[in-house]
């Protein structure tokens, strides 16, 4: 069973551009998480998407956003990019029927650097 | 707001010793994780820990969770080197698959 695949794996940006940043969650996961992982804020959530509605936000400015499309697949955008944004960007999917629970499943991450 | 706080932030042990690694978190909540992460790696998913009570062992390494004192532990028994990663602890807000987690604890072992 494939694990969740995000890409690419490593993206170079200047401050001021936008970019989109893609998650292929696994088979039958109809939630998707997004977070954000710095060395001075750790690990942080951005948002979550569960049949292509999101159903959490963190708290982070709407330069970030993000959506999901019908296969479950998600897209997160960051525009207007700052040197803050320098980060590991990782997705987690996970079935989201909350019930009893299942752990998120996370990706090898986008590693987004600003220049 | 809830707050995950995880403690020691860095923990260098020798082989073969034993240690627990702490995690506190603000409020309620009955749904508590554990993950690995390796440098330059993902994370890897150790342990659900979803009632008060609960304890899962996978190894050397063995997880609980008190709901009542809002505190989950990771204890590693007989440490051995491939040990040696990022744990982290994260808490689920409410059954809303939204984690916070912990600072993590950087776990380094020594022959």
């Known amino acids: 069973k494939a694990g969740v695949t995000q890409t690419p794996r490593y993206l170079i940006k200047t401050r001021g551009q936008q970019v989109t940043l893609s998650c292929s969650p696994i088979?039958?996961?109809?939630?998707v998480s997004w977070y954000q992982q710095t060395p001075g804020q750790g690990l942080q959530f951005l948002f979550e998407y569960f049949s292509e509605t999101q159903r959490n936000k963190g708290n982070f400015p709407g330069r970030f956003s993000g959506r999901q499309f019908s296969n479950s697949r998600s897209e997160m955008n960051v525009s207007t990019l700052e040197l803050g944004d320098s980060a590991l960007y990782l997705c987690?999917?996970?079935?989201?029927?909350?019930?009893?629970?299942?752990?998120?499943?996370f990706g090898d991450g986008t590693r987004l650097s600003i220049l | 707001e809830l707050k995950v706080e995880q403690n020691p932030l860095f923990l260098s042990m020798q082989e073969g010793k034993n240690y627990t690694i702490y995690c506190n978190y603000s409020?309620?909540?009955?749904?508590l994780y554990w993950y690995r992460q390796d440098p330059g790696k993902s994370l890897e998913s150790l342990f659900v820990?979803?009632?008060?009570?609960a304890v899962k062992q996978e190894g050397r390494l063995m997880a609980s969770l008190d709901t009542k004192a809002r505190l989950s532990t990771l204890h590693i028994t007989a440490a051995v080197h491939d040990l040696s990663a990022t744990y982290f602890c994260a808490v689920d807000m409410n059954n809303t698959d939204k984690l916070i987690f912990g600072t993590g604890t950087r776990l380094q072992v020594f022959p």
């Open positions: 409020t309620t909540s009955d749904r």
């Open positions: 820990l979803l009632s008060n009570g």
């Open positions: 088979s039958g996961h109809r939630s």
């Open positions: 987690a999917s996970s079935l989201g029927a909350r019930g009893p629970g299942q752990p998120q499943h």
